[in-house]
C-alpha cells in the first residue's frame, strides 16, 4: 500500500492532466504532494530528507509554472530531481560509512561493500539517464508526450531497472530471514 502512496501525485498528475490541462494538473500535483506530506507526518511525525526535498521542488517548479504560466519550469523538475538523487547515490559512495543503497536495504540484504558500491553506482547512473532522457523528450516533444514518458515511460524503465537490481543483489548477496 505504501508503495501505491508513492506513486499517488504523479498519478494524479497524469489523471489531472488528461482531464485538463498542464496548468490544472501542475495544480494537482502540488496539493497532492502537500497532502501525502502532511499525512506522512501525521502518521510517522517524520519526513524522509527525500519527501522533503521532493516536497520542496514540487512547490518551487509548480508555482513557477502556475506564476509565470509558463510548463518548462514543472517538466525541467522531473531533470533536477534526477539529477539530486543521482548525485545523492554517487556521491554516497565517498560520504558517509554505507553507499546510500546499502543504508536504504542494509536489514534486508547481506552483500559486500563491492557489490553496494557497484549496486548504488547502477543507480547513480541511472538516475543521470533519466534526467538527460527527461530532458531530450521535453525539449523534442509536446506536453502530451512529455506527459505519457514521465508516467509510463520512466515508471516502466524503473520498474525494469529496479527487477534487475534485485536480481543483481539476489545473485551477488544474501537476502536475509524474513525479507
Known amino acids: 500500500m505504501s ?16 482531464w485538463g490541462d498542464i496548468y490544472i494538473a501542475t495544480s494537482v500535483l502540488i496539493a497532492v504532494t502537500l497532502v501525502q ?18 516536497t520542496a521542488l ?5 508555482a513557477l509554472t502556475l506564476a509565470l504560466h509558463d510548463e518548462r519550469y514543472i517538466k525541467w523538475k522531473v531533470s533536477v530531481v534526477y539529477g539530486l538523487f543521482a548525485l545523492a547515490f554517487l556521491g554516497s559512495n565517498w560520504i558517509g560509512a554505507k553507499p546510500l543503497w546499502q ?5 534486508q540484504v547481506e552483500a559486500s561493500r563491492e557489490v553496494w558500491l557497484r549496486a548504488n553506482t547502477a543507480w547513480g547512473l541511472f538516475f543521470i539517464a533519466l ?6 523528450v521535453l525539449t523534442h ?12 515511460g520512466v515508471l516502466g524503465v524503473l520498474v525494469l531497472f529496479t527487477l534487475a537490481q534485485v536480481g543483481y543483489l539476489s545473485r551477488r548477496g544474501r537476502f536475509k530471514d524474513g525479507a
Open 3 to 18: 508503495a501505491l502512496l508513492d506513486f499517488l501525485p504523479l498519478l494524479a498528475f497524469f489523471a489531472a492532466y488528461k
Open 37 to 54: 506530506t502532511a499525512w506522512t507526518w501525521f502518521r510517522t511525525r517524520k519526513l524522509p530528507t527525500l519527501a522533503l526535498v521532493t
Open 58 to 62: 514540487v512547490l518551487v517548479f509548480g
Open 103 to 107: 543504508r536504504a536495504l542494509d536489514e
Open 131 to 136: 534526467a538527460a532522457a527527461n530532458a531530450w
Open 141 to 152: 516533444y509536446d506536453t502530451a508526450t512529455w506527459v505519457n514518458f514521465k508516467v509510463w
